[in-house]
């Protein structure tokens, strides 16, 4: 799943993150950054990741406004001069 960072401490490594879908909450798991290229989070960053047993958001992985199937480029402007 995809979400938005709405919180993270990289004293503990608590966060939280939002998912796209529904705008739930999941809580970081404790391993949520093992293996990934992350060291720290940072609000706002779009991540890809799993579920735990426990609910928490694990595995994080880069993701993208292109994942989401969203336009990247600004529709064209039309109009009269």
Known sequence: MQGVVKSYDPDTGAGVV?????????DLA?????????????QGQRVV????????????????????????EAPPQTGGS
Do not use: H, K, N
């Open 49 to 72: 990741f799993d579920l735990d047993a426990d609910g928490r958001a694990t595995r994080l992985r880069l993701g993208s406004e292109i994942d989401m199937g969203s336009p990247t």
């Open 30 to 42: 404790a391993d949520a950054l093992a293996g990934s290229i992350f060291r720290m989070l940072r």
């Open 18 to 26: 939002i998912r796209d879908t529904d705008r739930a909450e999941q």
